[in-house]
């Protein structure tokens, strides 16, 4: 691969897929494939039980009570932004069958509640929702198990001491990372070699214990 190749698809694991990276992987036009952790709430109704009306722009519950969005401006990569805020009456809530299940119990010495339900929209949301989608899908699952493949070997190679530069130099690095795959490619036939062999002896030993009976 030469130096003015096009990347057009990365693979990392989940800490690669903050929002910020996404935002820089969008921007870049190139595809991220990393892990979106799911979203929990105590075992509580998440944020994406409470899909948007497109025609609308509204929020709806799991039982079926609308929220319109409230505009908040919140800081976001060095910008203030405005993302969009939820929220349900209190007696709406405090009627609602599912309350339980979406809910936290309030202490017993805490203040009265003022509001509802209320669901927060990151300033990525759209990009995040987009990520938590794609991990579901089989084409991601088999892309992503090529990535392990790839990480066993990396592993590997700084196992061996890739991990610092021994010498000063590009040319010199380079030769030093050449060596070291040579290295651990070399060590990697040889197990698959032995393992071969092993196999050979096994079934040499069964046939002549055959031939012995």
């Given at each position: 691969?030469?130096?003015?190749?096009?990347?057009?698809?990365t693979?990392?694991?989940?800490?690669?897929?903050?929002a910020?990276?996404?935002?820089?992987?969008?921007?870049?036009?190139?595809?991220?494939?990393?892990?979106?952790?799911?979203?929990?709430?105590?075992?509580?109704?998440?944020k994406?039980?409470?899909?948007?009306?497109?025609?609308?722009?509204?929020r709806?519950?799991?039982?079926?009570?609308?929220?319109?969005?409230?505009?908040?401006?919140?800081?976001?990569?060095?910008?203030?932004?405005?993302?969009?805020?939820?929220?349900?009456?209190?007696?709406?809530?405090?009627?609602?069958?599912?309350r339980?299940?979406?809910?936290?119990?309030?202490?017993?010495?805490?203040?009265?509640r003022?509001?509802?339900?209320?669901?927060?929209?990151?300033?990525e949301?759209?990009?995040?929702?987009?990520a938590?989608?794609q991990?579901?899908?089989?084409?991601?699952?088999?892309?992503?198990?090529?990535?392990?493949?790839?990480?066993?070997?990396?592993?590997r190679?700084?196992?061996?001491?890739?991990?610092q530069?021994?010498?000063?130099?590009?040319?010199?690095?380079?030769?030093?990372?050449?060596?070291?795959?040579?290295?651990?490619?070399?060590t990697?036939?040889?197990?698959?070699?032995?393992?071969?062999?092993?196999?050979?002896?096994w079934?040499?030993?069964?046939e002549?214990a055959?031939?012995?009976?």
């Amino acid at each position: 691969m030469g130096d003015d190749a096009e990347i057009v698809r990365t693979a990392g694991d989940c800490a690669y897929g903050t929002a910020s990276n996404r935002r820089d992987f969008a921007d870049a036009d190139r595809e991220l494939d990393a892990k979106q952790p799911r979203l929990r709430n105590g075992g509580r109704f998440t944020k994406e039980q409470f899909p948007v009306d497109p025609a609308t722009g509204e929020r709806v519950c799991p039982a079926g009570h609308r929220a319109a969005p409230k505009r908040r401006r919140r800081r976001w990569r060095g910008e203030r932004v405005e993302v969009k805020h939820y929220r349900w009456p209190l007696a709406t809530c405090e009627s609602c069958p599912l309350r339980d299940q979406c809910m936290k119990p309030k202490p017993p010495d805490a203040k009265p509640r003022r509001h509802g339900r209320t669901v927060s929209e990151h300033p990525e949301e759209r990009l995040l929702a987009a990520a938590r989608e794609q991990v579901r899908s089989p084409e991601f699952r088999q892309r992503y198990r090529r990535r392990t493949t790839v990480e066993h070997s990396l592993a590997r190679m700084v196992q061996l001491g890739a991990r610092q530069a021994r010498y000063i130099g590009r040319m010199k690095t380079e030769f030093q990372w050449q060596l070291t795959a040579a290295i651990a490619n070399l060590t990697k036939a040889a197990a698959a070699l032995v393992a071969w062999l092993t196999v050979l002896l096994w079934i040499e030993n069964q046939e002549r214990a055959v031939r012995a009976a």
